[in-house]
């Protein structure tokens, strides 16, 4: 079951860093491919996306930040076989220069695929990449690469330790050979040793595997996993890391502090193809992570994001004291066409990520770099959604590649009217599924990537219900409605959901990212997101349109509204 899996999903690999002095992203030198090409009118123009063929997954070192990514260079369809650790540099986020691939399969240890991993910076500063090869046997092992030039600023050459496979699975230390990957970025221990942790499963628990090491080559499994859930089958893509209680700043993956931190543990469920994490207290004496109350590492607890947003990966970012999140986001398009396209997948815009006022929940927001390719500027100020349907189209503005940010505004005596939530409604997506949804408040927001007569859309909205008839209390849902995006057939047209964490009497943003055929919505500052890929056959290129609407029976005020065209990152 593990290899059907692994063969029907894309693992990404990001490489996470470790000390503050020294994030680490790697590339080689190849050449520099601008994401557009000719005849391509679905190829992202800001995104980051491999010059051609099947890609998931990015990292700072020196200044210099590194992407490393799982790669097929032979087609657009994922082969485990095949793939190799792509590898591209920036040095800002936004605009990358691609290399040859850093590492590919060449030793009896990853003859079968170079599989996802992590880049760890040792005391010295040189940067280790561990990673998970899938041997000439097929069992998945841990393996170590090192850089083969220090003095390479972009650290395009890597050589394999001759002590490969590190780790190997079997019957000794009870670790499944088909469902053992993606070790994390190692941390260091007060007894100085280091850790990682590596994803695993044991019939349908599934675990975060801890090994420790004095040395970094020799690792022996710890008697407990970091942490485990029974039922939820395969983790894939674990990542573990601390988060400040009491700002927004970001925080190395060793340290001690621990009143000041919390610590967050994600993993990708490949049961459902999403990433789910928890908060919770990470106990470095027993060596275990708890959830905190409230809190079950399965598919009820929180996501990054409710839509297309697959094996994430974090990394600290010294130079700006951040923490920046990676997501890969896969296709909407069937195989045959992906194929056709030369292409498949791509990067969301890295994120920043820090925990909320509340504790409970982390928040998101795409790096302020991205804002460097703003260009044209529409502004609207104080305008009056009408309730009823009105639609209003947002003119001067590429709204085939845009950023855009709105704060909707309902009033208190409009808040009244809100219709009650129903008590099965526990479920977002089904309430955003719903269809002849209108409401007393909502939905309104945005029509993005639509033709000009409404013929294809999709449209991101807020819907506000009341808890009870006689409460003050409401519930806000964010839609991303793709059941119109597209007159083809084939694609998939998924309604996402998401609850946000945000009171409807305070403004509602919505800032919403437009290149092509991808759509990431930012909900209440970053409280909620939701990523879209969507393949129109009439809103293409310059016969895109951008739409501001209402269909709710209660007015909506629009406080304001900023739009941007966004220029194609190099």
Known sequence: MANTLWYNIAIFLLISSFLADNAVVVLDAFHHVPNKIKNQPYRTGYHFQPPKNWMNGPMVYKGIYHLFY???PNGAVMEVNDTVWGHATSTDLINWITHSPAIKPSRPSDINGCWSGSVTILPDGKPVILYTGND?????????????????????????????????????????????????????????QWRITTG?????????????SRDFVRWKKSPKPLHYHDGTGM?????????????????????????????????????????????????????????????VQDKTAPRYD?????????????????????GWVNESSPEKDNANKGWAGLQAIPR???????????????VKEIERLRTTQVKWGNKVLKGGGTVMEVHGVTASQADV???????????????????????????????????????????VMASKNLEEYTSVYFRIFKVREDSKEHVVVMCSDQSRSSLEKGNDKTTYGAFVDISPYQTLSLRTLIDNSIVENFGGKGKACITSRVYPKLAVGERTHLFAFNKGSQNVDVLSLSAWSMKSSL
């Open 136 to 192: 000439r046997y097929n069992r998945q092992v841990q393996n170590l690469a090192k850089p083969k030039n220090l003095t390479d600023p972009y650290l395009r050459h890597w050589t394999k330790s001759p002590e490969n496979p590190l780790v190997t699975p079997n019957a000794v230390n009870h670790i499944n050979s088909t469902a053992f990957r993606d070790p994390t970025t190692a941390w260091i221990g007060r007894d100085g």
């Open 70 to 72: 799982q790669w097929n």
């Open 405 to 447: 940010e709105v704060f909707f505004k309902v009033s208190g005596l409009d808040l009244e009217k809100a219709d009650v939530i129903e008590p099965g409604w526990t479920d977002p997506q089904m309430i955003c599924s719903l269809k002849n949804a209108s409401s007393g408040l909502g939905p309104f927001g945005l029509m």
């Open 235 to 295: 983790w894939e893509c674990p990542d573990f890391f601390p988060v400040a209680r009491s700002d927004s700043h970001g925080v190395d993956t060793t340290t001690f502090r621990e009143k000041m931190i919390k610590h967050v543990l994600k993993v990708s469920l490949s049961d459902t193809y999403f990433d789910y994490y928890t908060i919770g207290t990470y106990d470095q004496v027993r060596d275990v992570y708890v959830p905190d109350n409230g809190f």
């Open 306 to 326: 409710y839509g297309k947003f697959y094996a994430s990966k974090t990394f600290y970012d010294s130079v700006n004291q951040r923490r920046i999140l990676w």
């Open 352 to 366: 920043k990520v820090w925990l909320g006022e509340s504790g409970k929940r982390l928040v998101q927001w795409p």
């Open 200 to 212: 695993s499963q044991e019939g349908r628990r599934g675990l975060a595997i801890l090994h420790t």
